[in-house]
Structures are given as structure tokens and as C-alpha cells.
């Protein structure tokens, strides 16, 4: 049986996510109690022919302490389940935003008579345990529904049987770095399209935005570099035993230099058999 445990900051996007994976098969319980997790696991475990795929979603709702959750994984691990751990996080200040637009207060803000900015604190705080053994974090920050949707099917529906989900997004510093990224390439060192008049409301996404990025030898030996570093590393994270690696590309706006190379090293990736999930994050976001 397949059993990934969703959980996360409230807020952050369980719910769009457990509708997503419902969509791509799995069985998807929610707002179990941390006291019943092996429960959960074990009566899901009999009945593993016909659920197949469970997922679980466990988050502050359903504990109270860092201890108790603690002691649920444990509880798990014990008993030998094999489970991998999907995390939603987004920063406290599009957390708050979120709450004041749909007037919502968060779930332990009722608990314990508190503000939202200090309700977050207390949860990231009891998740803490969860946020360490996460083997998938995606950051909703700065991700629409359709945008965290396709996250998702990157990591969980394309390839099955793969050693590590891969994901490529290219993004716009002046937007915030992505948080879930663990490599990071800065390609405002480049010319920019930005301020060549017939390319400026084009994307990297057009032959004559990629011409006119490629077209420099400064940014061929970018390139040649950063997919030798590639070709050198990514068989070391597999043998490691990533379950995920995000890599982020930047430019300033994250129209033209960053989705250029982020396509480049996305068809080298693909060459070389990683099926890589491509986002561009900032692509329709206004400068």
C-alpha cells in the first residue's frame, strides 16, 4: 500500500491538495487524530487491495503538541509502515492575508484566545516534527490552485516508480525566491530581453526571446556549466536517497532569461531520463 501522510500550516492549501490527489486515485481521509494515526494506518493497510493509494491528513486540528505527534510517528515507524510525508507551507504574512479575506479564524486562534500571527506560531511549532521528515515541502506563497495543482501531479502522479520527483520552476527575484528550492541559478547576469521593444511583453516561452537569450557565448557557457554541475550531482541525490529536488531558476521578472534556461535544463533532464516537472511560476504575473 502507498501512504503519504498531508499535513501543514492551516492555510496553506490541504484542502486543494487532498481534492487533487483524489483525483489522481488516492483515498484521502482527513483531520485524523494523532492518537488514532497507527489506527488509521492499520485499518487502511487490510484493506490495501481495494484503497490502493491513502493518504492522510494530519495537522494541528488533530494534536495539540509537538510530544503527541512525535509519538505518533514513532508509533509508525514501530510497526514498519512505509509512509512519506507531503508538508504545505506559505509564509505567515500570505497565511494572515488568507485569513482576513475569508474572514476565517484560524483553528487555534478558538484553542487557545489568540491572535492569527500568534495561532501560526504555536502550530509551526507543534508541526515541527512533521516539517523534519517531510520528504515533499511545497511552498504555496506565491502558487495559484492550478499552479499547486500541477505541483502535485508532478510529484505524484507522473511517475510512480521513480527514485526522485524532480521539479524545475523558473521564477522573478523581485517576486521572492521559492522557498521549497534546493539549488537556486541566478541568471540576471545576462542580457535582458526586458528592454529590447519587440521582446519586452514576450515570454521565454517564444523562439525570438530564447534567440536573443542564447545568442550571447556568455550565456552558452552558463549553460554548458550548470548542466555539467547537473549531469555530475543528480545521480548523488538519487544515491542519497532524495525523494524530491526542486531546482529554481531566476532572473528578475521571470518572463524571459529565467524560463529560457529553465526549458533548457529541462530538455537536457529529459534527455537524460529524469521526466522532470517544469513550472513557471511568474510567467503571468505583472511586472
Do not use: W
Not at 144 to 166: E, H, I, P
Not at 253 to 282: L, M
Amino acid at each position: 500500500m502507498e501512504l503519504l501522510i498531508v499535513t501543514g500550516i492551516s492555510g496553506a492549501g490541504k484542502s486543494l491538495a487532498v481534492r487533487a490527489l483524489e483525483d489522481m486515485g488516492y483515498f484521502c481521509i482527513d483531520n485524523i487524530p494523532a492518537g488514532l494515526l497507527e489506527d488509521f494506518a492499520c485499518l487502511a493497510l487490510t484493506k490495501r487491495i481495494e484503497l490502493g493509494k491513502v493518504a492522510m491528513v494530519l495537522d494541528s486540528r488533530g494534536c495539540r503538541s509537538a510530544e503527541s505527534l512525535e509519538q505518533a510517528l514513532q508509533q509508525l515507524a514501530q510497526k514498519n509502515f512505509l509512509f512519506k510525508v507531503l508538508f504545505l507551507d506559505a509564509s505567515n504574512e500570505v497565511l494572515v492575508h488568507r485569513y482576513q479575506e475569508t474572514r476565517r479564524r484560524h483553528p487555534l486562534g478558538h484553542i487557545f484566545d489568540c491572535t492569527t500571527e500568534q495561532a501560526i506560531e504555536f502550530e509551526r511549532k507543534i508541526m515541527a516534527p512533521l516539517f523534519e521528515q517531510a520528504d515533499y515541502i511545497v511552498d504555496t506563497s506565491l502558487l495559484s490552485t492550478s499552479q499547486l495543482r500541477q505541483r502535485l501531479v508532478g510529484l505524484f502522479l507522473k511517475k510512480d516508480n521513480a527514485a526522485m520527483a524532480l521539479n524545475i520552476m523558473s521564477f522573478g527575484f523581485k517576486f521572492g525566491q521559492p522557498k521549497e528550492a534546493d539549488i537556486v541559478f541566478d541568471v540576471r547576469c545576462l542580457p535582458n530581453p526586458f528592454y529590447i521593444p519587440e521582446l519586452k511583453e514576450r515570454t521565454g516561452m517564444e523562439q525570438p526571446v530564447v534567440d536573443y537569450v542564447m545568442g550571447y557565448d556568455a550565456s552558452k557557457e552558463l549553460l554548458n556549466r550548470i548542466l555539467a554541475l547537473l549531469e555530475f550531482s543528480l545521480p548523488l541525490y538519487i544515491k542519497e536517497g532524495k525523494s524530491q529536488l526542486t531546482i529554481a531558476v531566476g532572473c528578475t521578472g521571470g518572463k524571459h532569461r529565467s524560463i529560457t534556461f529553465a526549458r533548457k535544463i529541462a530538455e537536457f533532464c529529459n534527455e537524460h531520463g529524469y521526466s522532470p516537472n517544469v513550472q513557471h511560476r511568474d510567467i503571468h504575473r505583472k511586472n
